[in-house]
């Protein structure tokens, strides 16, 4: 578009108090920008101001004054307008210190102001990536608790569900319990399952399409268009899929009324595969019991009187508990939570605060049978969160249940069949010996994307999650921040799959995964990122006469947004893209760029801070900050007003994987003495919002120490740290230490060429 400019500065909130408002009128005449000032351009006085102009015709706001976190509706002009907004408030004025200054300060101010005015003139309106036809149904993975209760809440919502079970029946484990953990008041007492009462509400659901005995063998394409090709429980090929039968529809075909539409479907063949078109999907496949027989000493597998609380729960729904080697009426059991033994002292793997209150449950199935009976629950913790606290003291308070803290060294069998378990450092601080009828081993909640690929994605990274370990094989991108979000755009998961839930939490976790599907469905419809930019219009450019299939964006891609044809052309799936711009900052050949965020328009404002080269004390150093978690961590120390360093100009942007090499280059070859990238939290605990960010910018940075030492120049000039958003308190600190390494090197030779 034509851009006509103006520029706007804000005198309050203390900016005209400490800078010249004059002189820095003046930094945006030389961008040839007319600027105009107000004590308050956020009230309507100022916003009258400035929409008169741009009723007059300026298109292209330039406005110094907060944060761009702050007023973002007051400052959001239209679609059709470009916004930059400058931040004078709280990372300089705000965060000019106790002892500042005045030169270097209007310095800062000054070079905040070139930069903003650049970006104004490299920036451009970008238009939203629009399918051409989208499919808006909605493919849910999983028939238990949590996949009737996500196709349900999509159905209710006016969205078109296929629901697909690879069991021959829908109810997942919760169909075959006895009872259900209590989800009312008082919190003491035994529900029936909800289950069977979801089953027949999905099944009388003209919405949804229900296919059991059915699994995903691949799922191609991205939101808004995906094929995904079912194939019969157990099979390696497909099926063509089956007419849609509702309950009415299947009542007049028991009685004769009408034909059966399926009765003349094609059977399964290798080479007649079947594809169904999706627009997203919710993964909600559930958990298997993890495998405990490697603890020999409690006798899994060896002694059948030993077995796992989900084989205990199946025995209950089947009737009262009997021994298994006998058929004996059971009349005490011993439930071990940990595996103890001298080398034990956690819990099994993926045990958590739901096999705890498993252990409470089946206890109470023991009383209920035989009121004479005994439980003994042995446990290394006991977790019972919330509410559920009532019901572990209700359980505390049962005669026959007993709870100690126990390390279990054995279990062993008697002459008549019954077991001994041997224990210590119990409650009483003593050893004790336990005869009982049956030992119960909590099994924890393995989800089962721990196991195998489950969705088979037909995507360049793969069939797989990548990187699951992160969270022992849970599927979510980022488990804080975003949950019901995997690492593929469009794919959301709940229930047992995402973590360990009660069926209570189980529904409110499927409701929550259906919502992100109709979110991601709505906004591939507007051409928008759904996460966690959401509404973004932009998406990545490629200037594929350049490209040299290095397939450095396909692969680190944390997304897997990205295919690669035959040859390793990136084959871009903007409705996949997550608007991070880590294939960005990948690609040697900086062929890859969006309408408002490109290499040119990032290393245009890094050349547009003046650097010094008559000065030792007047150093300069460029920071690329995350703005996710540093850039907001920076905003609250200058509302706090801790001290910012004034010889650092912070430059935001989407995620340090974004950042190029080539802007450090630029920056270092123009005269400037350090750069630092300010970036979340990675590793094991990490909290980058696109997952690897400041991972790669950090891997990166190896390859370019070796380059700077080719040209002379320290490794320590360049850093990576990583800061939390809540870390704002620590952040002078972080920036200072950086900057005082950089001083005792001395400024760079390249200054001044």
């Known amino acids: 578009m034509d851009k006509k400019y103006c520029g706007y500065l804000c005198t309050g909130c203390g900016i005209g108090e400490v800078l010249d408002i004059d002189a820095l009128s003046g930094v945006t005449g030389e961008s040839k920008i007319e600027c105009k000032t107000h004590q308050a351009l956020c009230s309507k006085e100022g916003l009258d101001l400035i929409k008169a102009d741009i009723d007059g015709g300026v298109n292209t706001v330039v406005i110094g004054a907060c944060s761009p976190r702050v007023m973002t509706q007051e400052f959001d002009f239209g679609d059709d307008k470009i916004t930059v907004r400058i931040n004078l408030r709280e990372q300089v004025a705000w965060a000019r210190g106790e002892e500042y200054n005045e030169e270097y300060l209007m310095e800062l101010a000054s070079d905040y102001v070139r930069m903003g005015c650049k970006r ?55 169909i075959n319990w006895r009872k259900q953990f209590p989800t009312k008041a008082p919190w003491t007492d035994l529900e029936e399952p909800m289950a069977p ?49 509702t309950v ?58 030993v077995v796992t609380n989900a084989e205990l729960e199946r025995m209950a729904a089947a009737g009262k508990l009997t021994r298994p080697s006998d058929g004996k009426p059971v009349e005490s059991i011993a439930f071990v939570q940990s595996p103890g033994g001298e080398e034990h002292d956690k819990d099994f793997p993926y045990c958590n605060s739901v096999t705890s209150m498993v252990a409470l449950k089946q206890a109470q199935y023991v009383r209920e049978d035989n009121p004479e009976a005994k439980a003994y629950i042995l446990y290394q913790h006991m977790r019972t969160p919330g509410n559920m606290e009532l019901y572990y003291k209700a359980a505390q308070n049962n005669d026959g249940i007993f709870l100690t803290k126990a390390k279990v060294l054995g279990v062993s069998e ?49 069939p797989k999650f990548l990187d699951l370990e992160l969270f022992d094989g849970y599927a979510d991108s980022n488990f804080i921040c975003f949950p019901y979000e995997t690492r593929r755009t469009g794919i959301y998961t709940c229930g047992g799959v995402r973590k360990a839930t009660t069926l209570e939490e189980t529904i409110d976790d499927a409701t929550g995964a259906a919502l992100k599907a109709i979110q991601c469905l709505e906004s591939a419809d507007r051409g ?226």
């Open 528 to 753: 928008v990122a759904v996460h966690p930019r959401s509404g973004d219009k932009t998406y990545p450019e490629f200037f594929f006469a350049r490209c040299t299939q290095c397939k450095r964006c396909t692969e680190e891609c944390p997304f897997g947004a990205l295919d690669d044809d035959p040859k390793g052309t990136p084959m871009p799936n903007p409705t996949r893209c997550r608007r991070c711009g880590t294939c960005m900052g990948a690609c040697p050949e900086r062929i890859i760029g969006f309408k408002d965020y490109n290499i040119d328009l990032i290393g245009s404002m890094v050349k547009a801070i003046e650097v010094p080269d008559d000065d030792e004390d007047k150093l300069r150093f460029v920071a690329f900050v995350c703005e996710n978690d540093a850039y907001p961590a920076l905003d609250m120390a200058g509302m706090r007003r801790h001290g910012l360093n004034s010889l650092v100009r912070f430059i935001p942007v989407r995620c340090l994987g974004s950042v190029n090499m080539v802007w450090i280059k630029d920056a270092l070859s123009a005269g400037m003495d350090g750069v630092v990238l300010l970036g979340c939290k990675f590793g094991d605990d990490y909290q980058c919002h696109f997952v690897k960010g400041s991972e790669l910018a950090d891997r990166r940075m190896l390859n370019i120490g070796e380059t700077l030492k080719s040209l002379g120049l320290e490794p320590e000039r360049v850093a990576v740290k990583q800061v939390a958003i809540n870390e704002y308190d620590q952040v002078p600190a972080i920036i200072n230490e950086f900057v005082d390494a950089v001083k005792e090197l001395g400024p760079n030779p390249f200054k001044g060429y």
């Open 248 to 305: 009415d529809m299947q009542d007049k075909i028991t009685k004769g009324e009408m034909p059966d539409p399926n009765a003349g479907i094609k059977p399964y063949t290798e080479s007649n595969p079947e594809a169904d078109k999706v627009g997203a999907v919710v993964l909600a496949t559930g958990w298997v019991p993890a495998d405990v027989s490697e603890y020999e000493h409690l006798g899994y597998g060896k002694l059948k009187n």
């Open 120 to 174: 104004a003139q490299k920036q451009e309106l970008p238009e939203p990536y629009k399918l051409e036809t989208l499919n808006r149904r909605i493919l849910v993975m999983g028939g238990g608790v949590a996949g009737l209760t996500a196709a349900l809440e999509a159905a209710k919502a006016g969205y078109e569900v296929l629901l697909v079970e690879k069991e021959d029946k829908l109810g997942g484990k919760a």
């Open 414 to 462: 008697e002459g008549d069949g019954s077991l001994k378990v041997a224990t210590k450092d119990t409650l009483l601080n003593s050893d004790l010996e336990l005869k009982v009828d049956m030992v119960v081993l909590a099994a924890g909640m393995v989800p089962t994307t721990a196991n195998e690929a489950v969705i088979n994605l037909a995507y360049r990274q793969g």
């Open 197 to 245: 009462a979801l089953v027949k509400k999905v099944e009388a659901n003209s919405n949804i399409t229900v296919m059991t005995n059915t699994e995903v063998a691949r799922l191609s394409g991205a939101p808004g268009k995906y094929e995904v090709t079912l194939k019969p429980t157990g099979t390696t090929g497909e099926w063509d899929a089956p007419a849609r039968v």
